[in-house]
């Protein structure tokens, strides 16, 4: 009925409210913020006039960089697309800072992110990384990334490159969309990732790696990267 709507439509302005105070208050410890209420989210706005997406760690260097440069940005380089997808099943449970922070030290410690290398690690070489403190050391992480490396090289000799594999969901197009952590596109690609025998391929996993290689653009209305729509992506592929 009418008062049930409007307890539920209030409950919801108040925990919306406690969010945005939260955030404004973090806001508040880095004095290169700006802070500014948009349509019930949070801008943030560094010194160097510059709006971005409210997930990028003002305080790290690497991430603003990763953020601005990388981040979005379509790829079609092989080795590049390894990389990323190595990189996004070490995140799994965990924060992608925590895994850019470590980034250089995963490149060292996996051959630059070779396929062909990765997939003839011996067990001496696996335990080489287990025992590595500049990577994160799960066990079975570790494995998968052996196990995606042979199914990775498995899709090159199908499809010609993996890049023309994960574009051709989407017909080669840049899909823009925000707010989302999965969807049925990331559905379908990690149920036919995980036929394929890959490991720590779930749909949030994927979804963040289409994220992360272009597929899809997601950068927050209000950062000065979300101009960048599919037209403008696609108009160069």
């Known amino acids: 009925d009418y ?3 409007m307890t539920v439509y209030s409950l919801s302005i108040v925990q919306m409210k406690k969010i945005q105070d939260v955030m ?6 880095n004095e290169a913020i700006w802070r500014n209420i948009w349509k019930g989210g949070i801008w943030m706005k ?11 760690n003002p305080k790290n260097e690497r991430y603003i960089r990763y953020h601005d440069e990388e981040w979005g940005i379509p790829v079609h380089d092989d080795r590049k697309l390894f990389e990323m997808l190595i990189l996004e099943c070490f995140q799994a449970g965990l924060s992608w800072e925590c895994v850019l922070n470590k980034r250089d030290a995963f490149r060292k410690a996996f051959d630059n992110f070779d396929p062909e290398k990765v997939s003839a690690y011996t067990e001496d070489k696996l335990e080489a990384l287990r025992s590595n403190p500049g990577i994160i050391r799960n066990r079975l992480k570790i494995q998968a990334a052996v196990t995606n490396a042979w199914a990775f090289l498995e899709i090159q000799k199908e499809y010609g490159s993996f890049s023309d594999y994960i574009w051709h969901w989407t017909d080669g197009k840049v899909v823009c969309e925000t707010g989302r952590t999965s969807s049925e596109l990331s559905d379908r690609i990690s149920k036919d990732l995980k036929k394929r025998g890959m490991k720590f391929v779930g749909t949030t996993v994927i979804y963040a790696y289409l994220q992360a290689v272009g597929v899809l653009c997601s950068h927050e209305q209000g950062c000065f990267l979300a101009n960048q729509k599919a037209e403008h992506h696609n108009s160069y592929l």
């Open 3 to 5: 008062m049930t709507k």
């Open 24 to 29: 404004l208050k973090a806001c508040a410890e």
């Open 46 to 56: 560094w010194a160097d006039g510059k709006i971005r997406c409210c997930w990028a």
